[in-house]
């Protein structure tokens, strides 16, 4: 059987990887934001409400992410490689495209929706131009190398949040040992009835009421940088990798694949899932939940994402012009568009100046509005895409980026063939 092209290949994992965020990302929108790392802080933490938290810890949660910062590697090699060819300044090219994307996220980040993640990669992916001209072993050996960076860490953030607070409950502890605990606690732990309340009466609100919150926490897309700006700069550079050496564009043999699906399923698979049962055990544990979501669960989800990559890319090469595959490859086309357009959508769904829906749901619930959104997906890129040449946000990132508006529209010679 032969391999998928390059550009079926990585749109259709770009188009699995906008679809699989929304997975997590509906709880961000939907629920208080502690609710995202514990579920018993709102939502629901039994029966259904528990069932979906732990399917999306142990199969989606961190790795659709780390699939889309795989794919941003490639595709930054993609641009700079093209304007190389075409006798432009690569660099400069791929420059100006970050700083289009910083100022678009942080338009998203400010006026849309606070859980922005195109900031940060605008900021990793102007990092990311050292070296992404390395080979693919150099490539490797560096992001291996960030990956424990990243991990140590976390472990020197969070590692030790448990010795905190057995020091602030000691029966000696001294004022200071409170006062540092209780500092935490407050951001890793359960908010308070009373805090919960703000947040709720904050997002079902009007606009001024939500935009004021956002612009008070201003720093926040920022602060992502120092939770996974190590491991999105690794996973860059992996994509980067993956696509020099065919990796991501299916070119490997199938033997291999299945190696690495195998591989990947049996080493991060029962251990995420081992890490979810404990935390359950816990009762979610204020400290035993945030260890699990940012320390344990780290370097397994990475195995994970590349299992998802892997047998993502074996189904495309059994079926590359299936009517599925082709309409997923055109929602990766516009992943931009489909990107923002989702938070456009959700969080008019659930803000009160649309409907209001802000902690209505419970997790499980708010897992029925996924479906359509997908469908609606897969229902307009295809056919956009048909007509005009870009998602109508890629059309608006080349344009900045560029300074220069971009043609649209297709020709029609274009459109009837």
Known sequence: MPAPS?????????????MGILLMNVAGFGLPQAAYLNPAAYGGSTGADLAV????????DGKMRALFSLLF?????LVIERADAAGQDGATVHLRRMAALLAVGAAHAYLIWSGDILIPYALVGTLALAHVRRSSRELVV???FLLVA???????????LGTLREAAAAADATEGAVQAWRGVADQIGIPSPAAISRELATFRGD?????RDRLGHAATPFLQL????????ALMLLGAAGLRSGFLTGGWAAATYWRIVIAAYGIGLPALALIAAGTIRSGFDEVVTVQAATLYAAPFRVVVMLGHAALLLLWIRLS???RLVTRIAAVGRAAFSNYLATSIVMTTLFYGYGLGLFGHLSRAQLYLIVPPVWIAMLAWSKPWLARYCFGPFEWLWRSIARWQLQPFRRPIESIES
């Open 150 to 160: 990243q991990w140590l860490f976390l472990w020197s953030l969070v590692g030790g």
């Open 6 to 18: 390059r550009l079926i290949a990585l749109d259709v994992l770009r188009g699995v990887a906008v």
């Open 142 to 144: 560096i992001a291996l």
């Open 207 to 211: 606009y001024a009421g939500i935009l």
């Open 53 to 60: 938290w732990a399917i999306g810890f142990v199969l989606i």
């Open 226 to 233: 120092i939770d996974v700006g190590a491991e999105t700069l």
């Open 73 to 77: 590697g490639a595709g930054m090699v």
């Open 320 to 322: 590359p012009t299936f």
